[in-house]
């Protein structure tokens, strides 16, 4: 079974600077989808960003990219220009591209801070 | 009005109560799904509904009982509930098929207190 491990509980990171949150994930399959969601105080879980496992690019979606190492097993998110409105819990997740079992899974989430 | 959303925002509810959280979803997908979010613990998924019908149950007591109607809407019926039942469930849809790439869309979840 497949499974994602976020290392990092909780990180802060101070206004304006850079901040690398960490993923490895555990499968055997090579096509699959990968994905970091956001969840704000507000609570509703947002799609940050998403990666697909056959395209050795990085995923960049404005001021937050990933960092994709395949062989690894890695999928870091990097946001650059930190904001307050980043402030939230992160969560690195994994779904299979094929086959009878399509569900998402979630790590166990990074808090992050932002500090003024 | 678009997207995923849950009703109500906020319960309080007795442990001797029935009471209903409401997910819909505007968005044509055909899949939804239940999850339970617990202060630190992680998402832990109950429920998934494929074409209204219910393709896993991840050992989910009784107390809960789901409901799928349509496409459209998701129903979690509680009653009886323990206060460990207290947290945050979230509802999510998702077009299942050839676009897994595109992952969940989430409601904003209902907060439940159990006394």
């Known amino acids: 079974a497949q499974t994602v491990t976020q290392s990092q509980p909780e990180m802060s990171v101070q206004e304006a600077e850079t901040v690398t949150l960490s993923c490895t994930y555990d499968t055997s399959e090579s096509d699959y989808y990968l994905f970091w969601y956001k969840q704000p105080p507000s609570r509703q879980m947002i799609l940050v960003i998403r990666q697909e496992a056959y395209k050795q690019q990085n995923a960049t979606e404005n001021r937050f990219s990933v960092n994709f190492q395949k062989a690894a097993k890695s999928f870091s998110l990097k946001i650059s220009d930190s904001q307050l409105g980043d402030a939230a819990m992160y969560f690195c997740a994994y779904r299979s591209a094929w086959g009878r079992d399509d569900k998402i899974i979630f790590g166990k989430g990074t808090r992050l801070h932002i500090l003024p | 009005e678009t997207g995923v959303t849950q009703t109500p925002r906020h319960l309080v509810m007795g442990m001797t109560n029935k009471k209903s959280l409401k997910c819909e979803q505007h968005?044509?997908?055909?899949?939804m799904y239940w999850y339970k979010q617990s202060a630190k613990k992680p998402l832990e998924l109950m429920f998934v509904?494929?074409?209204?019908?219910?393709?896993e149950n991840n050992s989910v007591p009784s107390r809960f009982s789901p409901e799928c109607p349509n496409s459209s809407h998701l129903f979690l019926h509680l009653h009886t509930l323990q206060p460990e039942d207290s947290a945050l469930y979230l509802c999510a849809s998702s077009q299942e098929g050839s676009v897994r790439g595109y992952g969940y869309t989430f409601g904003s979840g209902t907060r439940l207190t159990v006394v």
């Open positions: 509904y494929n074409f209204k019908e219910q393709t």
């Open positions: 968005l044509g997908h055909n899949a």
